[in-house]
């Protein structure tokens, strides 16, 4: 499943390098607004998704296995969006943790919530 999954995600990432200006319609509008919303108000700076495609990818892919009620994929996705250099910076990061918190707390791991929360507070 893994290999169906990033092949998915190459064939993503090959179509969206030419609209990556157009990034909120893969994703529904009040997703991309929460993140964004969360990034300015825990930072002062908006969250900047243009020119990125591959990453706005792994944020859909995470979303759909959140909708999905798959929360353990979801997560994996959230870290592997957390462990990208080429995307992540501190501020970013606040927001990340936050959704790996609500990830977990869907699946009644209160603690991981807490710990994963804590993180974003932390900072």
């Known amino acids: 499943m893994d290999g169906h999954i990033n092949r998915l995600k190459n064939d993503f990432r090959s179509r969206l390098f030419f609209i990556s200006q157009t990034h909120d319609s893969f994703m529904k509008?009040?997703?991309i607004d929460?993140?964004?919303r969360y990034y300015l108000i825990l930072t002062n700076e908006s969250f900047p998704l243009n020119g990125i495609p591959t990453s706005i990818i792994d944020i859909h892919v995470g979303?759909?296995?959140s909708n999905l009620g798959n929360y353990e994929e979801?997560?994996?996705f959230y870290q592997n969006i957390l462990l990208n250099d080429n995307f992540i910076d501190v501020p970013k990061s606040?927001?990340?943790?936050?959704i790996i918190g609500y990830n977990y707390?869907?699946?009644s791991k209160y603690d991981e919530a807490f710990l994963y929360y804590g993180i974003a507070y932390s900072f």
């Open 105 to 107: 707390f869907h699946l």
């Open 34 to 36: 929460m993140i964004k």
């Open 94 to 98: 606040i927001v990340f943790y936050i």
């Open 63 to 65: 979303y759909i296995w």
């Open 29 to 31: 509008i009040q997703d």
């Open 74 to 76: 979801a997560i994996q």
